[in-house]
């Protein structure tokens, strides 16, 4: 494995240029021609690895990668991801890639753009030097970050990952260098109400405000945060009313619930059920969307605290003296995978930060680091 430690050290040129190509394409929610072509990217370079490649297309939405290779041996591994961002059309424009005192910037650099990167040379660097002892499937999907509403990309996940040995999720690192071996499943309720407008001082009585009723029901809903259970529960939007003067006829939010269990989840969903029916304003309605479970959780089995072990002692090799395991709020693809039972590593990306905002960056030699630690892994699964 040296040579092939070595060679990846040799390519930081050729990544970043790489990376560049990657982030210098908007792949926002609202680009589906951008995510195509940062498949087609991702699908080239894997396909000059010797990978059966696969476009899966989803007109006016997205494009996923499904990509397998045969090894010579009997373990299966797979590697995974999303090539979506949260940045709209003209981002990369903008504030297009940049690199300096040893960090990479851009939209898209951390989550996930480096991670893809660091996944395909690690592979690059292996296939080079006639490594082929495993079978590897690799899949990135195109919509994650809208937790996939018009793809299949779920069922995907699930059967890809059904009996595998090993599922590296190259997602944002950590800025610490640690990875995750939990996360907290995702519930995105909304609630409209609707009310009665009326003069607000000549015939209030006529009027039924929806925005006091989504008050009382916003309250409701803040009191079923429970640390005990690691549940919360967020308004993060609230909006209502026409003017000072008007009781408004209208109200709305959005409501973020984030959960460690399932058993959990089902009981705050239908609490969340009861807010939304009961009425504090007369002459007022609420309707209730969005009452199901987005991401599971990933839950932090026996397999997975075994794949993190493994981790843990191949970074060992690279002079990483304890690399940590966290349990994150944090939603992703990975709870598909340890659903089914696969031991599963999420943030295999390189170390950063400030993921979202126009400061996001990468530790370029994080890049390398986790190239590495993933070609490692993969030699010792």
Not at 55 to 71: D, F, I, M, Q, S
Not at 170 to 190: A, F, L, Q, T, Y
Request: some cysteine.
């Amino acid at each position: 494995m040296d040579k092939i430690l070595d060679a990846i050290a040799a390519k930081e040129q050729t990544m970043l240029r790489f990376l560049e190509s990657l982030v210098n394409i908007d792949s926002g929610i609202d680009n589906p021609e951008g995510i195509d072509q940062v498949a087609r990217l991702v699908g080239g370079k894997l396909a000059e690895l010797g990978f059966a490649v696969e476009y899966l297309e989803y007109p006016g939405a997205c494009t996923h990668v499904l990509a397998r290779k045969k090894g010579a041996g009997d373990k299966q591994v797979m590697i995974m991801g999303h090539m979506d961002t949260v940045f709209p059309k003209g981002t990369a424009a903008a504030r297009p890639f940049t690199v300096k005192d040893g960090k990479a910037y851009g939209p898209g650099v951390l989550d996930m753009k480096g991670g893809i990167t660091a996944a395909l040379f690690a592979l690059e660097a292996m296939y080079e030097h006639g490594w082929n002892d495993k079978n590897i499937t690799v899949f990135f999907c195109g919509d994650e970050e809208t937790a996939h509403p018009k793809t299949n990309a779920v069922e995907i996940f699930e059967r890809e990952a059904r009996g595998k040995d090993a599922v590296f999720n190259m997602e944002s690192g950590r800025p610490d260098g640690g990875v995750v071996i939990g996360r907290k499943g995702v519930i995105i309720p909304e609630l409209t109400v609707k009310g009665r407008a009326a003069h607000a001082g000549n015939e209030p009585e006529k009027g039924a405000s929806a925005v006091l009723e989504l008050a009382y029901k916003t309250i409701d809903l803040h009191n079923l945060t429970n640390p005990e259970t690691g549940t919360t529960v967020n308004v993060g939007v609230f909006r209502g009313g026409v003017a000072q003067n008007v009781v408004p006829p209208e109200a709305y939010a959005k409501v973020d619930i984030r959960f460690t269990k399932v058993e959990e989840a089902e009981k705050v969903l239908q609490a969340v059920r009861e807010i939304a029916a009961r009425t504090y304003v007369p002459g007022t309605e609420t309707v209730l969307t969005g009452d199901e479970i987005v991401f599971m959780p990933m839950e932090t089995t026996d397999k997975v605290l075994s794949l993190f072990k493994l981790v843990q002692e191949q970074g060992r090799k690279l002079g990483i003296e304890e690399i940590g395991g966290f349990v994150v709020g944090g939603g992703s693809d990975a709870a598909w995978t340890t659903r089914v039972g696969a031991p599963t590593v999420c943030s295999m990306g390189p170390r950063g930060g400030l993921n979202h905002s126009e400061r996001e960056y990468i530790e370029i030699d994080g890049l390398i680091e986790r190239a590495k630690l993933l070609a490692l892994c993969i030699d010792a699964v």
